[in-house]
């Protein structure tokens, strides 16, 4: 058996409040110049929502999005000749620069010594421009709209409780370092790789020739050109401070201390056959089949004789990623369908479990309304499903039951209670 080491994280979605200083910092970091103005290597999203860039989960590949005609440039047959020479010089299937937002800056000056208004705190995007990053974060102005306008200012109860009621949380993205990445397959100058190490994905300048398949051709839409020098740029992982045994700079300044790095170990020689299963209902089960276990004597020694050094043997052992995938069973992959075995995990979000006990009268963190609580809360299963299980409400229901297995665990044991009478032991 060959065994490969990859960098990767786990987010607990639970915890991100949407500051954004991990999307600064990262911006501070590496894409404060010309060019990549409009990139985020590291953007947090507002969910439900477009996320960034736009509507990026529609693509005509994966579910229909960038095409030819999308944005009525070219209206040629499907399957022509000119069709195919289109696609094949101009590399239609991208998004345009609405599509991630136009960069803006302030008047400072302005900024400091104008006088106080009523305007909103919230830039409103203007035609042709109809969203931009975090649009959706105010429910696209909805509860302001309800005051200004006399129509649904008339309706405002209704739509303010209606408002009140929305679920949402914040979704950090950055590239998933996938174990099966289609830039790289994409990239016609083989400037893409993936480093055999520790798995991060980089570009190399000097082979990028602009082609942009590798914007085309990664669903996640996490490569970016720098239309400045012509050149892909995407998230390194910050390698030199991994390099260094630091975290990555997202990691580190998350005010939330969601994010999670480590160590997995992985099987080269099963990921074409976990990226080809066609039973969407298998996938994470078979996605998970290509890590391995660094407990095991048999990976340990396979690993060593792979040429994995001992401290990175040590080090997987003691990854948290791993913990939060197999031994807590908490962590999923975002759009597992796209089958590239994404490298980036989360938790899903179990927040409105507060407002719950307000609503419902179910109290979310008692142990003796755990399943009622995870069934009445205002949680859109199908959704998270949708982004964390190619659509399997099951693997998520069972995750947000541990969620608050382990709140109510936690409240005892605080209390003063003893925890073994109040969990289910089918949780537990
Ligand atoms: Fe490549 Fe996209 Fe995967 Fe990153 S997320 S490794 S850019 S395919
Ligand atoms: Fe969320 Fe952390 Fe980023 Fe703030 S820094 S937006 S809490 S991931």
Sequence with gaps: MRVLAQMAMVMNLDKCIGCHTCSVTCKQAWTNRGGVEYAWFNNVETRPGQGYPRTYEDQDRWRGGWTLTRRGRLKLRSGSRLRKLATLFFNPHLPALSDYYEPWTYDY?????????????????????????????SLAGGPEL????????????????????????????ICEHCLNPSCVASCPSGAIYKRTEDGIVLVDSDTCRSWRSCVTGCPYKKVFLNHQTGKAEKCTFCFPRIELGMPTVCAQTCVGRLRYIGVVLYDPDRVLEAASVRDEHSL??????????????????????????QDWVVAAQRSPVYSLI??????????????????????????????????????????ANLFAAVEALRIPIG?????????????????????????????????????????????G
């Design 326 to 367: 197999f031994d807590y069973q908490l962590a999923l992959p975002l759009h597992p369908e796209y089958r590239t075995l994404p490298m980036v995990w989360y938790i899903p979000p179990l927040s409105p479990v507060v407002d719950a006990v307000r609503d419902t009268g179910f109290d979310g963190e008692d142990a």
């Design 109 to 137: 000056q302005n900024l400091i010594t104008a006088p106080a208004g009523d305007d909103l705190p919230t830039a409103k995007p203007t035609a042709p421009i109809t969203w931009s990053a975090n649009w959706d974060d």
């Design 383 to 427: 959704y998270l499903a949708s982004l964390f299980t190619a659509g399997d409400p099951a693997p998520v229901r069972e995750v947000l039951r541990r969620l608050v297995a382990m709140r109510a665990f936690m409240r005892d044991i605080n209390l003063g209670r003893d925890p073994d009478e109040s969990i289910p032991a089918s949780v």
């Design 284 to 309: 994470i089960d078979a996605q998970k089949q290509v890590l391995l276990d660094p407990h095991d004597p048999s990976v340990i020694e396979a690993a060593l004789r792979s040429g994995i050094p």
């Design 146 to 173: 309800a005051q200004h306008d006399p129509i649904l200012k008339a309706m405002s109860e209704r739509i303010r409780l209606e408002f009140e009621q929305a679920f949402m949380f914040y979704l950090p993205r």
